[in-house]
């Protein structure tokens, strides 16, 4: 049997594989026998062993790795880059990191650049919503470049979104994102935020969730800042924030079904014509019989030192004495309707809530001109 032969074309090296030979008189024909290896070249009159490349290895079989031809492994890169698609929702915007740098990239540049000024809300401007553009930005090579997000607006617009100044904050969105974490979007509104005849007390079931009453109420606390009327109320639910109860998470909705209600309520300032300062005090400070006069006597003096000091640092002074009324029947009787501080310290009529909350400026803006978005 002759040999088995790899040539290369146009060239004079052979590689020769091994075979078997057999004894033709061997009765014996699966039985594996002793191989015998032939190594030919073109032109050569006898075998010529190879250059092993490899001594340590002992069988005869002529391996690339033997003869020096191995080719080096090729290794392929199997990363792959995942490129976030274009949102479309604020919901897809906000889950998705890139996207939220990208428009954090954007505002900032814009406010670097005073693109944009914030100013308090003319009355007579149309106020447009802002429009967020999203794209990829790639290189020659197609890979990506960066994330790309433009906000789109022409003359007044609302504040962004999510990029609410701090001084100047979207309460009204705000409110809604309480009421959206609390589920109550689409709750019955409360005309009161509180009951009159409230008692909140410890004896009750604790909620299932206290951490989502403390969220709440803590947020209910911010809200306060141009909302004063609801101050008396969030103070009180905040007083279980350790261990809240159900009767408690009971005052706590009637609050968020009150917000649902006036979304549009806020602190409005606006001119005025009055040049007097008038106090008011409550008598009974503190429940104490025999000091409860003389304390809320003093607070109500500092406190309007204070605001005369300030309206004076304002170039805004006051030209007459200011009065300090208290509600005790022995010195001065106050009638319930102008006892203006009973909204900060107790739950009150529907009546004289309101009429207290509009006396606080707290009210809706001036109503939205036309084509307003």
């Not at 033997?66 to 792959?80: A, I, M, S």
């Not at 009453?213 to 279980?240: D, E, H, K």
């Not at 809320?296 to 300090?324: D, F, K, M």
Request: aromatic share 10%; glycine share 4%.
């Amino acid at each position: 049997m002759s040999p088995l032969l790899l040539v290369r074309p146009n060239s004079r090296q052979s590689f020769s594989l091994p075979y078997f030979q057999r004894n033709p008189t061997d009765p014996l024909p699966n039985t594996p026998q002793k191989p015998v290896t032939s190594y030919l070249t073109v032109g050569s009159s006898g075998p010529v062993p190879p250059n092993n490349l490899n001594p340590s290895s002992i069988h005869p079989m002529v391996t690339r790795f033997r003869v020096g031809t191995n080719r080096p492994p090729e290794y392929l890169n199997l990363h792959v880059s995942s490129v976030s698609p274009l949102p479309k929702s604020y919901r897809d915007v906000f889950n998705d990191p890139k996207w939220q740098n990208a428009m954090c990239d954007e505002y900032h540049a814009l406010i670097k650049n005073n693109t944009w000024t914030l100013v308090p809300r003319p009355t007579n401007i149309n106020i447009v919503r802002c429009m967020w553009l999203f794209h990829h930005k790639y290189h020659a090579d197609v890979t990506l470049s960066r994330y790309k997000a433009r906000i789109v607006a022409n003359g007044y617009m609302h504040q962004p979104p999510g990029f609410w100044d701090s001084a100047h904050p979207d309460y009204k969105k705000y409110a809604v994102e309480i009421l959206e974490r609390a589920h109550m979007v689409n709750y019955n509104s409360s005309r009161t935020p509180v009951d009159t005849e409230s008692k909140l007390g410890g004896d009750s079931d604790s909620v299932s969730d206290p951490t989502l009453y403390r969220s709440l109420a803590g947020s209910l606390q911010y809200l306060t800042f141009t909302r004063p009327n609801i101050s008396y109320v969030v103070q009180q639910v905040c007083l279980y924030m350790h261990d809240p109860r159900e009767p408690h998470l009971s005052a706590l909705q009637r609050i968020l079904r009150y917000v649902s209600g006036t979304l549009d309520y806020g602190l409005q300032l606006f001119s005025s014509s009055t040049t007097d300062l008038v106090a008011y005090f409550d008598a009974d400070w503190a429940g104490c019989p025999t000091t409860r006069q003389y304390h809320g006597v003093a607070n109500a003096v500092v406190e309007t030192c204070w605001l005369r000091n300030l309206l004076l640092e304002l170039h805004s002074p006051l030209s007459s004495a200011t009065l300090v009324y208290c509600d005790n029947i022995r010195v001065l009787h106050v009638p319930s309707r102008y006892q203006f501080a009973d909204i900060f310290t107790k739950g009150l009529t529907s009546a004289l809530f309101e009429e207290f909350r509009s006396r606080l400026s707290v009210r809706s803006p001036p109503a939205s001109t036309a084509g307003e978005c």
